[in-house]
């Protein structure tokens, strides 16, 4: 599992996970969410790519669907992912917050140009209330 990628070389097979952006949406007036407490509800997307080598794999694009599969299954049974504060680099503390799964979408991706290089590119679209 790759958080560095393009940074960070991939070893084969891998997955690779980069966050793309949030963006908030006006859903309270004046940004209450409730009597005293205000909020942001946000939605975001995040990508989630499978890479196989097909140098001397004939069996790649089994490989790549079966990783694809599991990108959709881990999603599918556990539809958030819990989230930390990552200020301090050496120790993730976790949040008692956590970012609902609203939807996966495979996207079709051009084929690289090494072409032993295979990807499933899965975007992850997701939401969370920003309180402040």
């Known amino acids: 599992l790759n958080f560095e990628w393009p940074d960070q070389p991939?070893?084969?097979?891998s997955f690779?996970?980069?966050?793309?952006?949030?963006?908030?949406?006006e859903r309270f007036m004046g940004d209450r969410a409730d009597g005293t407490n205000k909020a942001t509800?946000?939605?975001g997307q995040f990508e989630v790519s499978c890479w196989v080598?097909?140098?001397r794999n004939p069996a790649w694009h089994q490989q790549l669907n079966i990783m694809r599969?599991?990108?959709?299954?881990?999603?599918?049974?556990?539809p958030y992912v819990s989230l930390?504060?990552?200020s301090v680099p050496t120790a993730l503390v976790p949040l008692s917050a956590i970012a609902r799964i609203e939807s996966l979408s495979d996207e079709i991706m051009d084929d690289d140009a090494n072409p032993a290089l295979k990807r499933a590119r899965i975007l992850v679209r997701?939401?969370?209330?920003?309180?402040y």
């Open 10 to 13: 991939l070893n084969f097979p």
């Open 16 to 25: 690779s996970v980069s966050h793309i952006s949030t963006t908030p949406i």
């Open 41 to 43: 509800y946000r939605v």
């Open 53 to 55: 080598s097909s140098d």
């Open 69 to 78: 599969d599991m990108v959709f299954k881990l999603f599918e049974q556990t």
């Open 84 to 86: 930390y504060d990552v």
């Open 126 to 131: 997701y939401n969370y209330m920003e309180r």
